[in-house]
């Protein structure tokens, strides 16, 4: 069986593709375009990219920067959903896109983290009668044949603002490779690490972090916070957030190979993801995998992994308060810290691991070619 994976080409895709690129369900074979590489600056050199043409519907490809369509008043302003003709001279037997419609010969399934992303349209208010229309026609159209959102809060958006049929759709979240229970040791030191890791700082929710922090602080001597972003900010602006940055804070603003992130995973004792925006969180099911008690917001997906009180805590968005109060009670007590790390790593293996998932999406493959 082999499967195409194209469409949305953003970094947050990257961990995604590279996974089932790297892990695929047993039996299936998977390539992707060749502009995946130069996008997602992907790290794999064993499967080569192959020959894909793609050809967007048509507004943005006929007129480009110079459509009159740019000169309207912005409330008047006027796109079509995410649409794409895909054409593709590789035997493959089935697409699988992410966030993209495709108009194609061959049959296809559509994954996505919120269909909000289906169209331009940051909020479902804004969203016209006629993109939904069209949005709706492609999904309904006789080669797409599975509908896989990654959570519960997607499907229910899907139904409720597409009106699509609930026959269709089914939740399948992102799988990830689990590490082995003898490669997680956590390292013997002192200070309590506290690991953040979002590629844009400010809309992950840093600077709320940032200003916890600092309180943290002036409370605990021995802790240390390390920062994974590819945000970089002058020590002065950090300087206003945290008093001792120089010797609490080691800040990674670089692009670092899969071992290494894996280390940094390994060397914390709590991770935290206070993000203002987040479509679902992969990265909270990478930390709870390495036996991570996380500290996130309670928003959109984010509480169908994390289990408040149970893996980690929920805080409301954009509270630095709450974030203080929950990372104390971690900081506090290693009881805590160890039993929701066990949790945590136990309901990523029961429904996140690329055993579990990568066996559901094999069975999707297959119900898709038959029909």
């Not at 995410?82 to 593709?88: A, D, V």
């Not at 004792?269 to 996130?296: K, N, W």
């Not at 959109?300 to 203080?324: H, M, N, Q, R, W």
């Given at each position: 069986?082999?499967?195409?994976?194209?469409?949305?080409v953003?970094t947050?895709?990257?961990?995604?593709?590279?996974?089932?690129?790297?892990?695929?369900?047993l039996?299936?074979?998977?390539?992707?375009?060749?502009?995946?590489?130069?996008?997602l600056?992907?790290?794999?050199?064993?499967?080569?990219?192959?020959?894909?043409?793609?050809?967007?519907?048509?507004?943005?490809?006929?007129?480009?920067?110079?459509?009159?369509?740019?000169?309207?008043?912005?409330?008047?302003?006027?796109?079509?959903?995410?649409?794409?003709?895909?054409?593709?001279?590789?035997?493959?037997?089935?697409?699988?896109?992410?966030c993209?419609?495709?108009?194609?010969?061959?049959?296809?399934?559509?994954?996505?983290?919120?269909?909000?992303?289906?169209?331009?349209?940051?909020?479902?208010?804004?969203?016209?009668?006629?993109?939904k229309?069209?949005?709706?026609?492609?999904?309904?159209?006789?080669?797409?044949?599975?509908?896989?959102?990654?959570?519960?809060?997607?499907?229910k958006?899907?139904?409720?603002?597409f009106?699509?049929?609930?026959?269709?759709?089914?939740?399948l979240?992102?799988?990830?490779?689990?590490?082995?229970?003898?490669?997680?040791?956590?390292?013997?030191?002192?200070d309590?690490?506290?690991?953040?890791?979002?590629?844009?700082?400010?809309?992950?929710?840093?600077f709320?972090?940032?200003?916890?922090?600092?309180?943290?602080?002036?409370?605990f001597?021995?802790?240390?916070l390390?920062v994974?972003?590819?945000?970089?900010?002058?020590?002065?602006?950090?300087?206003?957030?945290c008093?001792?940055?120089?010797?609490?804070i080691?800040?990674?603003s670089?692009?670092?190979?899969?071992n290494?992130?894996?280390?940094?995973?390994?060397?914390?004792?709590i991770?935290?993801?206070?993000?203002?925006?987040?479509?679902?969180?992969l990265?909270?099911?990478?930390?709870?995998?390495?036996?991570?008690?996380?500290?996130?917001?309670?928003?959109?997906?984010?509480?169908?992994?994390?289990?408040?009180?149970?893996?980690g805590?929920?805080?409301?968005?954009?509270?630095?308060?709450?974030?203080?109060?929950?990372?104390?009670?971690?900081?506090?007590?290693?009881?805590?810290?160890e039993?929701?790390?066990?949790?945590?790593?136990n309901?990523?293996?029961?429904?996140?691991?690329?055993?579990?998932?990568?066996?559901?999406?094999?069975?999707?493959?297959?119900?898709?070619?038959?029909?």
């Amino acid at each position: 069986m082999i499967i195409l994976l194209s469409g949305a080409v953003g970094t947050g895709w990257g961990s995604y593709i590279e996974n089932l690129l790297n892990h695929p369900p047993l039996g299936v074979t998977l390539f992707y375009p060749k502009s995946f590489r130069e996008h997602l600056q992907l790290r794999i050199s064993h499967l080569p990219g192959i020959p894909v043409s793609t050809f967007d519907f048509p507004l943005s490809s006929l007129f480009g920067d110079i459509s009159p369509i740019c000169l309207l008043p912005k409330k008047l302003e006027y796109d079509l959903p995410y649409l794409r003709y895909l054409i593709t001279t590789h035997d493959v037997d089935l697409v699988h896109s992410m966030c993209k419609l495709y108009r194609c010969r061959k049959p296809w399934i559509l994954v996505f983290d919120t269909p909000r992303l289906l169209t331009i349209y940051k909020t479902y208010d804004r969203i016209p009668q006629f993109s939904k229309t069209i949005v709706r026609k492609f999904i309904l159209s006789h080669n797409c044949r599975r509908i896989l959102p990654f959570s519960e809060i997607a499907r229910k958006e899907l139904e409720k603002y597409f009106d699509v049929p609930r026959d269709m759709v089914e939740v399948l979240p992102p799988g990830i490779e689990v590490p082995k229970l003898s490669s997680i040791v956590r390292n013997k030191h002192k200070d309590v690490v506290i690991l953040f890791v979002g590629r844009n700082f400010r809309r992950k929710g840093g600077f709320l972090l940032l200003k916890a922090f600092n309180k943290l602080c002036s409370r605990f001597d021995d802790i240390h916070l390390i920062v994974k972003t590819g945000t970089r900010f002058p020590i002065s602006i950090l300087g206003r957030y945290c008093d001792k940055l120089k010797e609490r804070i080691t800040w990674i603003s670089h692009q670092i190979p899969r071992n290494e992130l894996n280390e940094l995973y390994r060397h914390a004792d709590i991770f935290v993801l206070p993000t203002l925006e987040e479509p679902f969180g992969l990265v909270l099911l990478e930390a709870m995998s390495f036996r991570l008690p996380v500290v996130a917001s309670n928003i959109y997906a984010i509480p169908e992994i994390v289990e408040d009180g149970k893996t980690g805590f929920l805080v409301p968005v954009g509270s630095s308060e709450e974030l203080f109060k929950k990372l104390c009670y971690l900081i506090e007590s290693r009881s805590l810290r160890e039993k929701m790390g066990h949790e945590g790593r136990n309901r990523v293996e029961r429904l996140f691991s690329n055993e579990v998932v990568n066996r559901k999406l094999k069975e999707i493959y297959e119900q898709s070619l038959r029909k």
